[in-house]
């Protein structure tokens, strides 16, 4: 199978973008960094591209400049071991971009991520509609996602 490697367009941050997700994720390393040359089109020496590795996934960042912003239609999702996991990604993806809603977040670069909890989507998925239907409405009341918040709300249904 063909490696598949998301390419994230920045205007000029990719080398400072991935440098902070680096830092954030365990097991994360920058790969290698290319530049533009005299050819261009932009400046000769300025940061091209940004190869690294989230723990183990690959990705692109490409320093094609401010015509395609990042917008809600891709986003990457973290599944996090438990509320402590969560609590950090949300906090450390967040600082300096914009909370939202139901696990969404929008990091300093405009890139969204969805910060997830394993386990929530028992509950969102259900057999019991009641129980399913009061998960959801727990979680879409929320901006971090709290599993524990979820749960309470799908037990308050009696299991049927």
């Not at 902070?20 to 591209?49: K, W």
């Not at 996991?85 to 929008?106: N, T």
């Not at 969805?114 to 879409?140: C, F, H, K, S």
Request: aromatic letters at 10%; proline letters at 6%.
């Amino acid at each position: 199978m063909p490696a598949i490697t998301p390419n994230l367009w920045f205007d000029t941050e990719a080398l400072e973008a991935a440098e902070f997700y680096t830092a954030i994720f365990p097991n994360s390393t920058i790969t290698n960094v290319s530049h533009y040359t005299d050819a261009g089109p932009r400046e000769a020496g300025m940061v091209l591209t940004v190869d690294f590795e989230l723990d183990g996934q690959r990705y692109t960042a490409i320093n094609g400049g401010p015509e395609f912003p990042f917008t809600e239609a891709v986003s990457l999702l973290v599944s996090c071991q438990d509320q402590a996991e969560v609590d950090s990604y949300w906090e450390q993806l967040g600082a300096g971009g914009e909370f939202g809603p139901c696990g969404w977040l929008k990091d300093r670069y405009g890139l969204s991520w969805q910060i997830v909890p394993v386990g929530m989507e028992e509950y969102l998925t259900a057999d019991n509609p009641q129980r399913a239907n009061a998960a959801m409405g727990a979680m879409l009341s929320m901006g971090k996602i709290a599993l524990a918040a979820i749960e309470a709300a799908a037990n308050a249904v009696p299991v049927s």
